[in-house]
């Protein structure tokens, strides 16, 4: 049995008697049933995605608690613009472990949605496909478009077509979705209203200006490399006191830990991922961070100054030639 906000059962069939005369303990059956699946959904954040052309034969790809808005680093000013008028969301400019991910799954849990993932490079998607899957999603959930990017939907124009045509000999195509596709599916008059689109990106100036202008995309978010004061904060999350001497103490080994961590220089998640490597040791977690800083810093100017690999000549012509038009 399938529900209309997302959640997925097995096709199987019990059957349920009682004695005579009375349906009452089939009903109370019910109800419980009904309770507890209620309160297991507003624990747990469901995300899907498709494996056929319909939802209905979706893959649950995961079932997680629900994530608090508290615990995504994000500035106030950006926090204070997320509201659940918000259509559509870009999220540009975010390396990996700044928190692409962990906004999503915040979101859902905060307005009570499951995650719907679409992947754009998928090679046998085609438009006609993405109306499908657009047309027989819920009417209430977060719609998550992954490499919107790396597909590289853009216009092209009629003149640079036929140049591109007669240089390469045939036009080369990447995969079967277009940026006219992807509107129609989700900004079209025949789309549904009441979802929230998200869209990451790494390369924000790869996209067309038609899928990203302001009467389309409600709000953007810059994720950067953490600051010092996201540092102080995810070191006082990490360590929560029990007592008022202990959170005065861990005011001040905070905001010690935050001085240390360099400005703009390293994800969240990799901050986060000291921070477990000691868990219940806030002291330990403090005397060894400068060491911690300085050999990630020594490994990436390590890998800055590898040469980069070179491509042969003979590649170097055929990889020219190739034109690609969407």
């Given amino acids: 049995m399938y529900g209309d906000e997302g959640t997925i059962r097995h096709k199987d069939v019990f059957k349920i ?6 349906t009452a303990p089939i009903r109370e059956l019910l109800k419980d049933v009904t309770a ?13 995605m498709p494996s056929t052309k319909q939802w209905k034969n979706r893959t649950r790809a995961a079932r997680n608690l629900v994530r608090p808005m508290e615990t995504v680093v994000l500035d106030k000013k950006s926090r204070k613009r997320l509201s659940p008028t918000c259509k559509l969301i870009s999220i540009r400019k975010a390396r990996n472990g700044t928190g692409k991910t962990s906004l999503s799954l915040a979101l859902a849990g905060f307005f009570g949605l499951n995650i719907y993932i ?13 109306l499908e ?14 490499n919107i990017d790396t597909v590289g939907l853009k216009r092209v124009k009629v003149k640079k077509l036929k140049q591109s045509r007669k240089s390469s000999g045939r036009l080369a195509k990447r995969n079967g979705i277009t940026i006219d596709g992807v509107l129609n599916a989700f900004n079209g008059a025949a789309s549904q209203k009441g979802r929230v689109l998200i869209l990451a990106t790494n390369k924000p100036a ?8 302001p009467d389309r995309v409600d709000l953007k978010l810059c994720f950067e490399n953490i600051t010092k004061n996201h540092a102080r904060n995810l070191f006082w999350r990490m360590y929560t006191p029990d007592t008022s001497a202990e959170t005065n103490e861990l005011v001040k080994l905070a905001a010690e830990f935050g001085s240390k961590i360099s400005e703009k220089i390293f994800s969240p998640a990799e901050v986060q991922n000291y921070l477990i490597m000691h868990k219940d ?5 403090l005397s060894s961070v400068t060491d911690w800083v300085e050999a990630i810093k020594q490994k990436s100017r390590r ?15 055929k990889m020219k030639r190739v034109r690609y038009a969407y």
């Fill in 133 to 146: 899957l657009a047309n027989d999603m819920p009417k209430r959930c977060i719609v998550l478009l992954e």
């Fill in 36 to 48: 507890l699946s209620c309160e297991d959904s507003t624990r747990k954040t469901t995300v899907f």
């Fill in 303 to 317: 890998h800055r100054g590898k040469p980069c690999a070179k491509v042969p000549t003979k590649r170097r012509k």
């Fill in 17 to 22: 008697s009682t004695f005579a005369f009375s």
């Fill in 118 to 130: 679409i992947n754009l490079a998928e090679p046998a998607l085609t438009d006609n496909i993405l």
């Fill in 281 to 285: 040791q806030s002291r330990q977690a």
């Fill in 206 to 213: 790869n996209l067309d200006k038609a899928l990203i202008r």
